[in-house]
Structure formats: C-alpha cells, structure tokens
C-alpha cells in the first residue's frame, strides 16, 4: 500500500469539500444512501476525544436543568407564563437533583452508519489519530493520519524473526515473532519487504505508482500520503523469504506462505485488509500479502464477521 502527494488538509470545510471530492475513480457502486450517511458523520467533526468517538462534542444541555432549577422561587410568578404553576406540575422529585449526567445522555455519539462510506477521495484526519489509537485508526482514501504522525517505539523486523530492515513497533514484536515462529514450524518461510512508512516515504512510493502506473491505477492499489497503513507502524507487507517482492506472484496466498498467514495470521493479531474481491468495502485492489496488526482480540471479531477490515473498524469508530 501507499502513498499521497497531497498535502493533508483538515476536514474543516467539510460540505465545501464533500461537494468538490467527486471520487475520480470510484464511480463505484455506492448509491447516494452512502454519500447521506456520510455527511452525517461528518457533519459532527471533529471528533471528540479519544473515548468518544466522532463528534463527542457535547450539546448545548437541551433543558438547561441546573440553572432552570433555581428559577423556581424567586422569579415572580406572572413573567413566567409558559409555567404559571412550577411546581405542581414540574417536580416529580421535590428537590430534582438537576438532573447532572444529562449532557452525555441527551447527545449520544452519533452513530456511525452501518457501512462505511462510499469509495471516494479525500484528505480528512482520521478519528482516531492518536498513536495509542492504533488498533481502530481507520485508514482508507478518505480517512488519513497527520504528517505528525510517527511512532517512537520502532524496532527492526529481525527483532520478530524476519529478514532485517523494516521498521515496526515495539507492540507488536510479540505476536509477529509466534507468528513468524509458527509459520517457519509449519513450513512457511516468511520474509517481509514493508513495514513502517513514514508520511513523506509514502509520499514518494505513492509517486513511485503514479509513475509506475498512471494516477487512476496507483490509487487503486497504493495510498496517498497519510492514508497508508504503514504509517502506523503496525502493517507489514510479507512474501516469501528469499523470494521476489509478493506483488510479483500471480496470487502471492496460494503460496505456501501466503495461505498460511491467509488461514492463520489472525489467531497473531494480523488482519488482511485488502481481500480478494472487496474492492467496493476497501477502495483498493486485493493485497494478500498487506497485514495490519489489530491485537488478537479484534483481529478474532474481524475474522469472525467475515468482513473486510474497513467495515468493522468503520463499526468502532
Ligand atoms: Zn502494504
């Protein structure tokens, strides 16, 4: 996966940009439901902090109860009209405790669609961009990490067992090294020819494609700037030890490596994101040999849906 040349803009305006962002290529079959549901979510921009998800911004508190409250006294009765009897009526509790947790009630975080939006082309910050948010940072051509972004915990991949080179993160030596350790066990000899890339790094192997390839072709098969999983230092592109780059097979999972990280990566932590025929849920080309590290326990769920990894990350934002 890859690159971007642009350079990353905050979603700010977002309906200017919604109305400009004609997905060139993607003429793909979303319907305009997509397109809706979309706007609401980003219509709730930005998104709130870490645990609450797009647009946790608190609502105005709809009913204003603490300082509603006091009212009841003093003011004089006849200005009041819309109550003329406070309390008769209004206070099923003598003393309501204004009401305190409302805010957190009354705005749930808006739900996210179902579905992730349509396949389409933009550059807003993804909603959860932290480095501590690794696991469900949702990277696709609409959603990307900052230029900031970079980890700090970066090892090297003979660190897990594999060929030398390719920087990952510390956290997820563990489970890549059983992986690799298993996979040599079973007969799989795995080698690695990605793994960490920074945003100007992907920026340049996204130019690589164009250049390779034509613009049109390199979105569908690499990422532009910010939008690539390797920048989070937890993806890593396998082939077979020794052998030539994966892309270079005709179907790198029919090798003896790639069907098994296929059958077993996941029992890892590692998801493929880009399975075969999925075009329409990941907005790019089927990548068997493309695995984002997601911890044991999401990459079981996201094995156990059936699902490409999009959607469900798109169901935990
Ligand atoms: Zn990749």
Known sequence: MAVATRTFRRPQPVLGRLAMAIPVVLAVALGTAGGTLLSGALLSWPPGPETGGPGTTPLPTPDASPTDAPTLQPSPDPTRSPRPTPDATRRP????????????????????????????????????????????????????????????????????????????????????????????????????VSGYRSHAQQAVTFQHWVEVAGYEAALRTSARAGHSEHQLGTTLDFTTDGGPAPWEYADWATTREGAWMAANAWRYGFVMSYPRDAFAQTCYDYEPWHYRYVGRELAHRIQSSGLPPRLVLWGIQ
Request: with cysteine; glycine share 6%.
């Open 93 to 192: 509790t003598p003393d309501a405790t204004p009401i305190p947790t409302q805010p957190p009630t009354v705005a749930p975080t808006p739900v996210p669609p179902a579905d992730p939006p349509a396949c389409r082309y933009d550059d807003l910050l993804t909603f959860h961009p932290g480095l501590d948010s690794w696991r469900k940072s949702l990277l696709d051509t609409i959603y990307a990490l900052p230029g900031s972004y970079a980890p700090y915990d970066l090892v090297d991949s003979s660190s897990a067992g594999l060929n030398r080179g390719y920087p990952i993160r510390a956290i997820v030596l563990d489970d890549l090294a059983a992986l690799v350790a298993d996979a040599r066990a079973a007969g799989a000899k795995l080698g690695v």
